[in-house]
């Protein structure tokens, strides 16, 4: 596509269940990153794929959040039994390798957790 | 460790006023330098960048040199437009790897008629 796609653009979730975020890259770009968008905390680095391979996940900051991506394009970031506090605009951003000096971010989901 | 501080806001001016917005870094090695913008209700956009010492990033008339003696990568525009309010975050990426981006807290702009 001609950019990053995600979806839903919003949800909203009850506290306790699972919800997946979705997200299509730029067709071609190896590179995926989700970042997490929240009042107070700014925006911060959760995971990092390199194809299918997540070689660093340092910003997940529960257990209780996972991320998939399969065949080198579309990838999920799960969160189970989603608490308040989770809220927040999750971005997704590609690039188009490793060393590209540029990320072009998607606009993002934003979850509302009640 | 890696860090970006960034002037708090909301910075509002008149249209045509001259804009300054700072931004100072944290880094081992030697980072690239970014300023990013988000538009009411669009998504993060890359305005500029700078990937090495007193490179000068410009773009859309707003400009920013990577300045290691001060660890600085100040965003400035001379006259600016009713259209350049939205949110300025300036970000770093460490040397050496990916798009690991640390992000400056944003700096909510808003210009006047």
């Known amino acids: 596509g001609a950019g990053v796609s995600q979806s839903p653009s919003n949800k909203v979730t009850e506290k306790g269940k699972d919800v997946e975020l979705r997200c299509d890259p730029i067709?071609?770009?190896?590179?995926l990153y989700w970042y997490r968008q929240s009042l107070g905390q700014g925006l911060e680095f959760l995971i990092y794929?390199?194809?299918?391979?997540?070689?660093?996940k340092s910003g997940l900051p529960s257990d209780r959040f996972s991320a998939e991506r399969t065949g080198g394009s579309v990838s999920t970031l799960t969160i189970q039994r989603t608490q308040q506090e989770d809220s927040a605009v999750y971005l997704c951003?590609?690039?188009?390798?490793?060393?590209?000096?540029?990320?072009?971010f998607g606009q993002g989901t934003r979850l509302t957790v009640v | 460790g890696n860090s970006v501080t960034q002037m708090e806001g909301p910075v509002t001016l008149s249209e045509e006023a001259f804009l300054t917005i700072n931004c100072t870094y944290t880094?081992?090695?030697?980072?690239?330098l970014f300023w990013y913008v988000q538009y009411p209700g669009e998504g993060l956009q890359l305005l500029l960048k700078?990937?090495?010492?007193?490179d000068k990033g410009s773009n859309k008339g707003f400009e920013a040199t990577y300045r290691k003696e001060t660890t600085s990568f100040h965003l400035e525009k001379g006259s600016v437009q009713v259209s350049d309010s939205a949110v300025y975050f300036c970000?770093?990426?460490?040397?050496?790897?990916?798009?690991?981006?640390?992000f400056g807290a944003g700096t909510r702009l808003a210009v006047h008629p």
């Open positions: 794929f390199q194809g299918n391979s997540a070689p660093d």
């Open positions: 067709s071609g770009h190896t590179a």
């Open positions: 970000a770093l990426r460490p040397p050496g790897g990916y798009n690991k981006l640390i």
């Open positions: 951003a590609s690039s188009l390798e490793q060393g590209s000096p540029e990320a072009f």
């Open positions: 700078a990937t090495k010492a007193d």
């Open positions: 880094a081992t090695g030697y980072p690239s």
